[in-house]
């Protein structure tokens, strides 16, 4: 999944959700100066517009079924600062090519852009979860892979940490 950054007049923020080159949906806030002198309204207003036969082209309704790990996860959020212009997408696969193999979840979950945060900047959070299925992984082994993440965000997309 891609997600492309859209540049329009009545959204302050809008993105194009992708599958391989096929659009799934466009997912945006309307720009809160347009609402107001628009239509009046003064409250976000999000939109969501999907492609359905893109989206039904992409769904996979397979249940599948794993057993449940016998060892414990360990979560750690990581928080940069980053240009505008740096997508999601490369983010994510700096960290999963840095993180190693013990990498078992990425989530993307917080965007900020205003006070605190350089014009041109965003603040950008994700959360990684690593699993071991054979062992419980130590702290130690988790703090190295994410020093290889931090190392390797700062020297490919000059990121900073927050």
């Known amino acids: 999944m891609r997600f492309v950054k859209i540049?329009?007049?009545?959204?302050?923020?809008?993105?194009?959700?992708?599958?391989?080159?096929?659009?799934?949906?466009y997912f945006g806030q309307l720009h809160p100066l347009y609402l107001n002198k628009v239509h009046g309204?003064?409250?976000?207003?999000?939109?969501?517009?999907?492609?359905?036969?893109?989206?039904?082209?992409?769904?996979?309704?397979?249940?599948?079924?794993?057993?449940?790990?016998?060892?414990?996860?360990?979560?750690?959020?990581?928080s940069i600062v980053v240009d505008d212009n740096i997508e999601i997408e490369k983010i994510e696969n700096?960290?999963?090519?840095?993180?190693?193999?013990?990498?078992?979840?990425?989530?993307?979950y917080d965007q900020y852009q205003g006070d605190n945060i350089d014009q041109g900047k965003r603040s950008l959070t994700f959360n990684l979860v690593f699993q071991n299925k054979e062992r419980t992984l130590k702290d130690k082994e988790v703090d190295k892979s994410m020093t290889k993440v931090h190392g390797a965000l700062k020297k490919e997309i000059n990121a900073e940490l927050r």
């Open 41 to 78: 309204i003064e409250k976000d207003i999000w939109v969501l517009e999907g492609n359905g036969d893109n989206l039904f082209k992409h769904y996979h309704p397979e249940i599948n079924y794993a057993e449940l790990p016998k060892f414990p996860a360990t979560e750690r959020d990581i």
């Open 94 to 108: 700096i960290i999963r090519k840095k993180a190693g193999k013990n990498l078992k979840e990425f989530i993307f």
């Open 7 to 25: 540049d329009h007049d009545i959204f302050s923020k809008l993105v194009q959700v992708f599958v391989g080159k096929d659009s799934l949906c």
